[in-house]
């Protein structure tokens, strides 16, 4: 088979095709991790890529310096320069969290108060979201592209609006005010979600091979919601800024989604992601969904990339390629991100991995 560039390796996996191999990207890998791979903090999203062996990138790079402005933010900030002018090379298009937050390990933050919890605190929308037509980050993440893209697919991070509005109401919270408030519930839902479809508008007009959609609704057991729940109360309203997607699209949520597959995937999605070990049995997603949606992770975060050696990364892999693989539709990459906790080698043991057992016609000894 002829030698694909990694654009349209990913591109072909992600419609269900057979590229020439196995591609291998990331939702996103933590910067310390990122500067301990490549021994400095002045390096380019092509260049990470180059070093690992990725075929696609987005998220954020330490490159420049300065605050990241990914619009993640709250603590009464009023001011969305941060948002719309960014230090750091970024390919995220987040909405805040309308909340009270505290710093974590290693630069992540926690949610302290969902601060959205009655219909008087709407008003905190006009003040927290960035408008989404104001141009100027649009345009300094358009040269990013033009710099950096290369051979590589592109892609923008955004949410759909589940994420947001589960942690800027609070879990509990929502929790009762699906019973006790609904129409709040999904009032702020709709707000997040109609602000992503504005924001998808100005994604769809640029340089971006794919969208990667996160909106964590499940733990390892299954969806912190009832079917009948997340039918009424979250996915009517993912699909506002779903259905503006006009680009190949991933979605990503830990967790078992098993009960809720089907509602998901009449999403329109191309590519599942994370698909936990843990969580969900990969084999029964290939067998029951593969002709449907392209699968992405499925690399053990618990123990092989962040414990193991690189010969149990190399073998997981190894495992993966040789029994989803066949037949195309499958995307390596970890069964999350590449956390800051994640070992250095493992990390480059994994695209080693993926270039050696990968290629198409798959013939693994």
């Given at each position: 088979?002829?030698?694909?560039?990694?654009?349209?390796?990913?591109?072909?996996?992600?419609?269900?095709?057979?590229?020439?191999?196995?591609?291998?990207?990331?939702?996103?890998?933590?910067?310390?991790?990122?500067?301990?791979?490549?021994?400095?903090?002045?390096?380019?999203?092509?260049?990470?890529?180059?070093?690992?062996?990725?075929?696609?990138?987005?998220?954020?790079?330490?490159?420049?310096?300065?605050?990241?402005?990914t619009g993640e933010v709250a603590r009464g900030i009023t001011t969305h320069d941060v948002y719309y002018f960014p230090k750091r090379i970024t390919f995220d298009f987040l909405p805040p969290w309308i909340a009270d937050?505290?710093?974590?390990?290693?630069?992540?933050?926690?949610?302290?108060?969902?601060?959205?919890?009655?219909?008087?605190?709407?008003?905190?929308?006009?003040?927290?979201?960035?408008?989404?037509?104001?141009?100027?980050?649009?345009?300094?993440?358009?040269?990013?592209?033009?710099?950096?893209?290369?051979?590589?697919?592109?892609?923008?991070?955004?949410?759909?609006?589940?994420?947001?509005?589960?942690?800027?109401?609070?879990?509990?919270?929502?929790?009762?005010?699906?019973?006790?408030?609904?129409?709040?519930?999904?009032?702020?839902?709709?707000?997040?979600?109609?602000?992503?479809?504005?924001?998808?508008?100005?994604?769809?007009?640029?340089?971006?091979?794919?969208?990667?959609?996160?909106?964590?609704?499940?733990?390892?057991?299954?969806?912190?919601?009832?079917?009948?729940?997340?039918?009424?109360?979250?996915?009517?309203?993912?699909?506002?800024?779903?259905?503006?997607?006009?680009?190949?699209?991933?979605?990503?949520?830990?967790?078992?989604?098993?009960?809720?597959?089907?509602?998901?995937?009449?999403?329109?999605?191309?590519?599942?992601?994370?698909?936990?070990?843990?969580?969900?049995?990969?084999?029964?997603?290939?067998?029951?969904?593969?002709?449907?949606?392209?699968?992405?992770?499925?690399?053990?975060?618990?123990?092989?990339?962040?414990?193991?050696?690189?010969?149990?990364?190399?073998?997981?892999?190894?495992?993966?390629?040789?029994?989803?693989?066949?037949?195309?539709?499958?995307?390596?990459?970890?069964?999350?991100?590449?956390?800051?906790?994640?070992?250095?080698?493992?990390?480059?043991?994994?695209?080693?991995?993926?270039?050696?057992?990968?290629?198409?016609?798959?013939?693994?000894?």
């Open positions: 088979m002829t030698e694909m560039k990694p654009r349209q390796r990913v591109l072909t996996a992600l419609n269900l095709g057979v590229p020439d191999r196995v591609p291998f990207m990331e939702s996103a890998i933590d910067e310390i991790l990122q500067v301990q791979l490549m021994g400095r903090d002045n390096f380019t999203p092509d260049e990470l890529c180059e070093k690992l062996g990725l075929d696609a990138f987005g998220y954020d790079y330490p490159a420049t310096g300065g605050e990241l402005g937050k505290g710093e974590g390990v290693a630069g992540r933050s926690f949610i302290k108060k969902g601060l959205l919890t009655d219909n008087d605190s709407i008003a905190l929308f006009d003040k927290f979201l960035p408008d989404p037509h104001h141009l100027a980050r649009y345009d300094i993440v358009s040269d990013w592209i033009s710099k950096y893209k290369k051979d590589y697919a592109v892609f923008a991070r955004i949410r759909l609006g589940a994420a947001p509005t589960i942690n800027s109401m609070g879990f509990e919270e929502l929790c009762y005010k699906i019973f006790d408030n609904p129409n709040l519930v999904k009032e702020v839902h709709r707000r997040f979600s109609e602000w992503t479809a504005q924001v998808i508008q100005h994604l769809n007009k640029m340089d971006f091979d794919f969208i990667w959609a996160a909106d964590d609704i499940a733990d390892n057991k299954g969806p912190w919601f009832s079917p009948a729940i997340f039918q009424e109360f979250f996915l009517p309203y993912m699909k506002i800024a779903a259905d503006e997607i006009k680009k190949p699209w991933v979605f990503h949520s830990d967790g078992n989604l098993f009960p809720i597959m089907d509602d998901l995937l009449s999403l329109g999605m191309q590519g599942i992601h994370p698909l936990q070990p843990a969580a969900m049995d990969i084999v029964k997603m290939k067998e029951d969904y593969g002709h449907r949606v392209c699968l992405v992770g499925n690399i053990d975060l618990d123990y092989t990339l962040t414990r193991g050696t690189p010969e149990e990364v190399e073998e997981e892999v190894k495992q993966r390629i040789e029994t989803i693989g066949q037949k195309g539709g499958y995307i390596v990459s970890s069964a999350n991100s590449l956390a800051s906790y994640v070992k250095p080698e493992n990390a480059l043991a994994l695209g080693q991995a993926v270039k050696k057992y990968g290629k198409y016609p798959l013939i693994i000894d």
